[in-house]
């Protein structure tokens, strides 16, 4: 019975069994920062919601996961499953009974899951008002041992039971309001095989330099292959969620580096990527501040890495977008860009402004701590960088360039006259000019500019991040400032998109030694600790949600650009 596990096994309560694709996955994180005893099927449809609750009838026994293949073992007794397409699961078992149980127990006019028996085929179904969908289960063969809680309403145990005495397959499919009976025409082994195929294309595509230097590489394809959703809701194209833990949003940043990372190997779903916030610009410009299933959130927005993240993407990808995919994303771009120049300007300013930290996505970074409403010099080296990459396509489109030139020296001379003291980067309020420098890893952020920044400069800046470096990383708050937190958040934590922008602007800058130094203990620590959000400077311990797809993306951002070095000596 047992299928040959194919890809790297990893740990369930890290990183959710799951399909390109699908909106549900299997896993025992039922909340942020909560895990279940048991495995649950969890949709993210309408927000994270377990909705069934997948428990072995024996107690004691081990999961083991797989890209392709999810298990528990209890000696030599079995249950298995593989994704079906994307909206359906087939678990199978011998000499190890289930209990597919609904996660809730009380069922209200507005809350809970009901069960019934469909007299049309005679499956079972829960239905959940908190995914708006159904869940049909079909026994394939064996039969099932006990059903309780059918049709009942109010607080009950509503469940079916595989018995353990024989051998028995079911299919459980997540759709709306109804479809034909399921057919189960494909064989269990033949859906690993599919599933492995699909799975080792795509690892192939995106990390094609994977090998020994790189042993991470692989698990980091399958974050981002796991955690892409198809198009729904609000989701108007193929997406790489944040995570399919409690993450499970569409961040206006976060999406560059999948961009980047996927460009060479997958470059429609990279471009996917680039596009999906923009689907969502407002009438001003603005991105939104992120983008779920059943929600799109403006009370924030992001910074603007957009023009940057544009330059990486298209030097990756193996074909240029034709001329009407740049002429839409030349108009994105400059609203976004038209937006902090027109929005985000004070009277009399030259420097556009955040009005929080989230702004900046660096939420409670200590550069917040005595005003929220700040001009920040990676503010401005961001749109520097952005006003630049515009110039560059006007011309390649024929249009004119030169007010975007002019724009982009206007504020790079702002950010010198108004930020620079002569040895930092400070930040500074435009309602007062109070201006105040600080040791967050943020006030060196104008090291993205790279070759654009005075080599004095770049070369202050190294020796800024170099304070900054752990055994681990970059943390975002030196470990002896009085300021830092082990698991702060923005607050001492290392973090990938800093990483990538700091790592890339001093190579641009010429100073490759700290560069690569950065980027081989960064390697390091993913090869360590997973894919998390974030992770802890000193320890190197993975912190928040553990299955992040942009810091798996910056790995192999970064893996990719080593092997490359490595190969040509560059």
Known sequence: MTVAPSGPE????????????????ISPVVAEQTYADDLHLVSHQTGLHPVLRLAPTVAGSTVVATPTLLSWRNGVDRIEAVYDGTDTLRIRGRRLGLRVAAAASTLTPFSGTYLYLDPVDGSHVFTSYETGRRYRITVLSGALRRSDGVEALGTADRFLELAADRSWEIAIEEYATARRPYAGSVTFEQLCRDRSAEFAAFVDAVAPWRG???????????????ATVAPAGFVTRPAVLMSKHWMDKVWSWDHCFNAIALAAGEPELAWHQFQLPFDHQDELGALPDSVAHSEVLHNYVKPPIHGWALR????????????????????????????????RRAPGQELPHYQHGNDSGWDNATTFDDDRVLQTADLAAFLVSQLRCLADLATELGEPADRWSREADRIRGAMFRDLWDGERFTARSPRTGRRRAGRSLLDLMPVALGADLPAPVAAVLARGAETHLTTHGLATEPPDSVHYVADGYWRGPIWAPSTVLVEDGLRRAGQTRIADDISRRFLALCEKSGFAENFDAETGAGLRDRAYTWTASSYLILAAAQEQRRTTGG
């Open 10 to 25: 990893f740990p369930i309560q890290e990183i959710p069994f799951s399909y390109r694709g699908s909106w549900f996955d």
């Open 312 to 343: 990486h993407v298209r030097r990756r990808l193996p074909q240029p977008p034709d001329r009407a995919a740049l002429a839409e994303t030349y108009d994105r771009l400059a609203r976004w860009t038209g937006f902090w120049l027109d929005a």
């Open 212 to 226: 020994p230097n790189t042993p991470a590489a692989e698990l980091a394809a399958y974050v981002l292959w796991s």
